[in-house]
């Protein structure tokens, strides 16, 4: 069981760090000391799938330890992925992957946003998932983007 864990913490290392774009940040919750707890919305663009752009929302935790990075923020999130213009597939695109990721603590859990493709439907799906480096987490939220037929 030790081994998927660092198996898991050395995943989440190797991840890309695609970067986000900060949209918003709605404070939640008044604190005396640091800052306060908030709802973040960030955007992140597909990079494999042009025209593709995720958007998440998520808790973000505040206070003493949220400002020096110690907190672990709620797994309390939403996304929303929408085509912002002609969608084209790559040749060589992964049925599934991991398409970004975003830490919700210092070292043991993130937000990571999954692509499949529904070769079917012609439909992508992208997923948020939250990980914990012990237990994993059921907390999910989907969001599918339709490709032109």
């Known amino acids: 069981m030790r081994r998927y864990g660092l198996a898991a913490l050395f995943g989440l290392l190797?991840?890309?760090a695609y970067a986000?774009?900060?949209i918003d940040s709605i404070s939640t919750?008044?604190?005396w000391l640091g800052p306060n707890d908030k709802i973040v919305v960030e955007r992140y663009d597909d990079p494999r799938v042009q025209n593709v752009s995720c958007y998440l929302s998520r808790a973000e935790t505040g206070g003493i330890k949220g400002g020096l990075g110690f907190a672990e923020d709620p797994s309390r999130f939403s996304v929303a992925c929408r085509g912002?213009?002609?969608?084209?597939?790559?040749?060589k695109m992964p049925k599934r992957e991991v398409m970004g990721a975003a830490q919700?603590?210092?070292?043991f859990?993130?937000?990571q946003i999954h692509r499949a493709y529904d070769e079917e439907k012609k439909v992508l799906v992208?997923?948020?998932?939250?990980?914990?480096?012990?237990?994993?987490?059921p907390f999910n939220s989907i969001s599918v983007v339709p490709l032109e037929r």
């Open 104 to 107: 919700a603590s210092l070292f």
């Open 126 to 137: 992208y997923t948020v998932i939250s990980t914990k480096l012990i237990n994993g987490s």
């Open 84 to 91: 912002v213009g002609p969608i084209t597939l790559p040749d």
């Open 109 to 111: 859990k993130a937000f």
């Open 20 to 22: 986000q774009t900060q």
């Open 14 to 16: 190797a991840l890309p």
């Open 29 to 31: 919750t008044f604190r």
